[in-house]
């Protein structure tokens, strides 16, 4: 399975940022696809995941500003970002993956920069 993912760049404070992944590949169709984030210096940390049944989860910090959706038909997950704030900057990643099967199904794309100026 391949992540491709696409839509980071540089705006500033307050703006907002679509990020898109689409997977290729031998997809298990009931994968939970996600993005996760890691700024310098910090952990990877979960920004969201969704299910194929369209299901959401959030870090708490992210829900008010931050939506995932999926587009099934196309192995699409995407997250709008509003708001966003300097604190936002972090390279974000795109997960897909089976819960309880994660040795064997779980991917990682290749990540893509996100830059928030103050």
């Known amino acids: 399975v391949q992540l491709q993912a696409s839509g980071g760049g540089l705006v500033q404070a307050g703006g907002s940022l679509r990020l898109s992944c689409t997977a290729s590949?031998?997809?298990?169709?009931?994968?939970?696809m996600g993005w996760y984030r890691q700024a310098p210096g910090e952990q990877r940390e979960l920004v969201a995941t969704?299910?194929?049944?369209?299901?959401?989860n959030y870090a708490d910090s992210f829900e008010d500003r931050f939506t995932i959706t999926r587009d099934n038909r196309r192995n699409t997950v995407t997250l709008e970002m509003e708001s966003l704030k300097p604190e936002d900057t972090a390279v974000y990643y795109c997960?897909?993956?089976?819960?309880?099967?994660?040795?064997?199904?779980?991917?990682w794309g290749q990540g893509t920069q996100v830059t928030v100026s103050s």
């Open positions: 590949g031998r997809i298990i169709t009931r994968q939970i």
């Open positions: 997960r897909a993956y089976v819960s309880g099967s994660t040795d064997t199904y779980n991917y």
């Open positions: 969704i299910t194929s049944g369209g299901t959401t």
